[in-house]
């Protein structure tokens, strides 16, 4: 049994197909890119499984239950973590209080008086912010860490619902180049250990090619192809839509 199913998704905005009988398999501790062009159909087929579009057909399933007419909240409790192209966090708290308020979210604990937020959940949040290697910036509000620190801190939020799959729209956008290779080195190796299915779009082929366990790639709202990095850098319809005069061997470290 695969951790996600996805079968036949479907999905058209008035005249545009966006993605047509889009289906394929996440399993555990596995990397999956979804790549393609601008316009191919990524951002469609993510937000359908992650619960922010309604597909017009096809299906959802995670763990083997059906979750196609679920919304993102009760996917979250299911076990869908998310991270998002432009890192998300409260700039106003500190590291700690965003990863904190994850976990009060994932346990559904109501407010109360007697045990402010920031008072809940501190070993557990401490925990997470070391494994990202963010654990010394558990005091530090957010606006005054580096962008490659929020993604961090934001892998560390989704971490703390506990995910059985994480989707990581564009993970690396907007990081520098020794950053974006630590952070999916991280991802990769927690994935790993925890047995958790990554699904990842990203633009980046370096970080394409060099961390995934397999790719898709979508054009026109289609699957034109799936396989290993090797497989795919060197399927000819995927060079000629896409990957262009990339070279069809990776380069040396």
């Not at 500190?94 to 959940?121: C, F, K, Y």
């Amino acid at each position: 049994m695969s951790l996600l199913s996805v079968q036949a998704l479907s999905k058209a905005f008035g005249g545009v197909v966006a993605a047509r009988n889009v289906s394929f398999q996440v399993e555990r501790g596995e990397m999956l890119a979804l790549i393609g062009p601008n316009g191919a159909g990524k951002s469609t087929v993510f937000n359908m499984i992650g619960g922010q579009l309604r597909p017009d057909g096809g299906s959802v399933s995670l763990n083997d239950k059906a979750i196609t007419l679920a919304s993102p909240g009760e996917r979250f409790r299911l076990g869908i973590g998310r991270t998002f192209q432009v890192a998300q966090a409260f700039q106003s708290m500190t590291v700690g209080e965003n990863v904190q308020m994850a976990l009060i979210s994932r346990s559904g604990e109501n407010h109360s008086a007697w045990t402010p937020a920031r008072d809940r959940h501190r070993a557990e949040a401490r925990d997470l912010l070391e494994l990202v290697g963010m654990h010394e910036a558990f005091e530090r509000p957010c606006s005054e860490l580096a962008y490659g620190d929020v993604k961090r801190v934001e892998l560390a939020v989704a971490l703390a619902g506990d995910p059985r799959l994480l989707l990581m729209d564009e993970p690396t956008a907007g990081m520098a180049l020794r950053e974006r290779a630590a952070l999916m080195e991280l991802t990769h190796s927690i994935a790993t250990s925890r047995g958790i299915g990554v699904l990842f779009t990203e633009h980046d082929m370096d970080v394409v090619f060099g961390h995934a366990s397999r790719i898709l790639v979508l054009l026109r709202g289609e699957i034109i192809a799936t396989g290993t990095p090797a497989e795919v850098r060197g399927n000819a319809r995927v060079r000629q839509a896409y990957l262009g005069d990339l070279p069809l061997t990776a380069a040396a470290p």
